[in-house]
């Protein structure tokens, strides 16, 4: 990366956390529902935070993570009892960080600011990073909770300038998610799209500056 | 319906026409991959009007349709010539209405306002309307372009009233889209959720006054 780069901020779900690690869960409460459960749970929890910005309603994303499980499970007309919904709530505090992920922020550590910037409220943000053993690696842990904005929205990547005392355009931002990059781009950020799932570029008109199929090409 | 409902205001996309009536054209142009393109099609049409509200970059929703075409086609590995862009997005302006529409349509005329309030752009909704002989049926055209902004923002549905001279709660406001019934009735309409896919309510809290599984039910 360039040498204007002082600042690199990570997305957290689906960039250095599998998201899709809680589906051997589904699976195994519901079974041969568990890839469509995880799959939709996913989908839902983005949509509802697109829409509570967009409709003004703000909620917790932890309190979203609940709601799409609850229309996930409904979707395959299935039933989730409290008992299920606490266990899947908590093995979403528990997701895999990605197999990079480690030696990644060791490598960067060394000179640089690190941070985590995420729609994920601190309620379920903290502990995830903790538990995989993360926290000490960065400097910050910022939410979107701290403004009530999700992402894409500007007032939501403003956090970071407010959080690390940086200008935008020394931020490397790095997200897997399509949507988050062209947001940060928007914004200003650099960005270093991590696509992992071999996606097409979105056509936002907003191109990434970087595209890596993984965070170790940073 | 009550008595206090004076103006029926119509969703047009997937509530009035079949969005999904562009996939034999799709199919003929991308043997096999017809229904995923269309699939696609839609769902990043509607998530980039989401998204481009949120980060407030506004463009029309023609524009956007053509975006989420061309990330649709992409991702099939194929390619969009301007051939077939042309084609299909000219196969947009003729999508088919829903079988019941228009005895719907002239059965509450007698005594009420009709309007249809979409976020298409007047480029692509008058010329629909106008070639599905729709267009005498309805008092008011009105698009979210009005206002350059999206459902389901509060700033969109003020354009009914605006345009209606009503007061919200005199507003039945009908959906197949379950986000923007969330939308609506957040902004204070009465609304009857058209559930032409039996899908589950959304986890938004914000219940529809009614569901039907088409509009004959209104």
Redesign the interface.
């Known amino acids: 990366m360039g040498d204007s780069i002082k600042t690199y901020v990570f997305d957290v779900y689906g960039t250095l956390f599998d998201v899709h690690s809680v589906k051997e869960l589904c699976e195994e409460l519901y079974p041969e529902k568990g890839e469509s459960i995880s799959f939709t749970w996913r989908e ?1 929890q983005l ?2 935070s ?8 703000y909620t917790t994303f932890l309190e979203i993570t609940k ?2 499980l ?2 996930a499970v ?2 395959q007309d299935r039933t989730l009892t409290s008992e299920n919904e606490e266990k899947l709530i908590e093995a979403y505090l528990h997701l895999t960080p990605y197999p990079e992920v480690r030696d990644v922020l060791e490598r960067l550590k060394a000179g640089n600011k690190l941070a985590v910037f995420s729609n994920g409220s601190h309620d379920m943000l903290d502990p995830l990073i903790e538990r995989a053993g993360l926290a000490e690696l960065f400097d910050h842990i910022i939410s979107i909770d701290e403004a009530k904005q ?5 007032a939501a990547y403003n956090l970071v300038l407010e959080n690390l005392n940086v200008r935008r355009e020394e931020v490397l931002f790095m997200s897997s998610n399509g ?1 988050d990059i ?2 940060a781009k ?1 914004f200003g950020f650099q960005t270093a799209w991590i696509n992992r799932g071999n ?2 570029t ?3 008109n907003l191109k990434p500056d970087h595209i890596f199929t993984n965070l170790s090409g940073v």
Chains 1, 2 share one sequence.
């Open positions: 839902k949509e509802y697109f829409l509570r910005q967009i409709m003004g309603k709601d799409a609850r229309y409904k979707k999700y992402k894409p929205s500007p949507w062209s947001g928007s996606q097409p979105e056509e936002l």
